[in-house]
């Protein structure tokens, strides 16, 4: 029978869970100061949901999302824990925080539709007007990215 949301977890628990090794859990413990799980007799360890939602964020921002132990801090310090508690259910549920998700892929279009054109699939039309003005603030923004780079480059 599984355990109620609201229920203690013991450290084998939620390794299973997150799928990540016990001694990587107490690890952790060691590194990110806002994890403080409840410690009875002998030294066991029981995780809130809080703890466990927590460490869920900490394992996404590591494993997914390539921070570093010090980024993780960083994040938990500047954005608080909340923040980490919720980031990983941003790709879950489908809006990623990632700014670079949101530009059209009109480029995978073009490449499609020109792919296509070869082979004569198509019937030879090209890029729909709004594609070509999509393709223009693309090539903008990477030029004015490219002028910032090369600024900051010295």
């Known amino acids: 029978m599984p355990k109620a949301p609201e229920a203690f977890r013991t450290i084998s628990e939620v390794a299973v869970e997150?799928?990540?090794p016990k001694h990587v859990l107490r690890f952790w413990e060691g590194k990110f100061s806002q994890l403080r799980?409840?410690?009875r007799g002998g030294g066991r360890r029981y995780y809130r949901p809080e703890d466990v939602e927590l460490l869920r964020g900490i394992r996404y921002l590591l494993y997914e999302d390539r921070y570093t132990i010090k980024g993780v801090q960083r994040i938990l310090r500047e954005q608080g824990v909340r923040h980490v508690m919720d980031c990983w259910q941003d790709?879950?549920?489908g809006s990623d925080h990632?700014?670079?998700k949101d530009i059209p892929d009109v480029a995978a279009d073009v490449a499609l539709g020109a792919s296509h054109q070869g082979s004569g699939e198509?019937?030879?039309?090209g890029l729909s007007p709004k594609q070509?003005?999509?393709l223009k603030d693309m090539l903008?923004?990477?030029a004015e990215?490219?002028?910032s780079l090369e600024a900051a480059k010295g």
Do not use: I, M, R, Y
């Not at 198509?122 to 039309?125: A, F, L, M």
């Open 140 to 142: 903008s923004e990477l």
């Open 122 to 125: 198509t019937g030879g039309e």
């Open 145 to 147: 990215c490219k002028k």
């Open 37 to 39: 799980p409840l410690k």
């Open 18 to 20: 997150l799928d990540v």
């Open 98 to 100: 990632a700014a670079v």
């Open 132 to 134: 070509v003005n999509q």
């Open 91 to 93: 790709t879950a549920s």
